[in-house]
């Protein structure tokens, strides 16, 4: 059965097919999914920068990095936001320890995809339930990263007195005027 309450999700995943497929069983597990990607390092923390992830979910293999870095990059952002690896292969047993050890929430096999949501349910009831004050937490930071976005936005337009600012044509329409 879906988890009824809005979750937000950060996938972190370099292969555009495995993205879709992902997304397909992130919408399984949850009715109100809301999903972005990140499919590189840059991206990810660009995307972290503008949005708050409940969960974010990586692959263990990613181009020029692996999700030790992600691991890493979100600790150093946020260390309440789970992370769980979703990969294709963990040969080395070491590996699966390892990312547990060094903070990930939990781990997957990709395969078989169409079963994976049933897999991450009860791990994301899990999280949420032991989670709540965390998550309360990140729901106050999307709330003030959204209005800080918000009013900067507002004041690289109007100036800090709240005065339309006049665009670069019209300083250089002035300009030749005189």
């Known amino acids: 059965m879906p988890i009824k309450q809005k979750i937000n999700f950060l996938v972190v ?18 009715e109100d999914p809301e999903i972005r990607f990140a499919d590189s390092k840059l991206s990810l923390i660009n995307a972290l920068k503008s949005y708050v992830p409940d969960f974010v979910l990586c692959d263990f293999n990613l181009n020029g990095f692996d999700a030790f870095d992600v691991i890493e990059i979100i600790k150093d952002y946020n260390a309440i936001i789970p992370v769980i690896v979703i990969t294709g292969q963990l040969k080395v047993e070491e590996n699966a320890e390892l990312l547990i050890e060094k903070g990930a929430s939990g781990f997957f096999l990709k395969d078989p995809m169409d079963e994976l949501h049933e897999k991450l349910e009860p791990l994301f009831v899990r999280l949420l339930d032991e989670k709540k004050e965390a998550l309360r937490k990140i729901s106050r930071q999307r709330v003030e990263t959204d209005s800080y976005h918000k009013n900067s936005d507002y004041f690289r337009q109007h100036g800090a007195k709240g005065e339309k600012k006049p665009g670069i044509i019209n300083f250089f329409k002035r300009l030749l005027s005189r």
């Open 13 to 30: 995943e370099d292969m555009v097919s495995d993205s879709f497929l992902l997304q397909r069983q992130l919408k399984k597990a949850c």
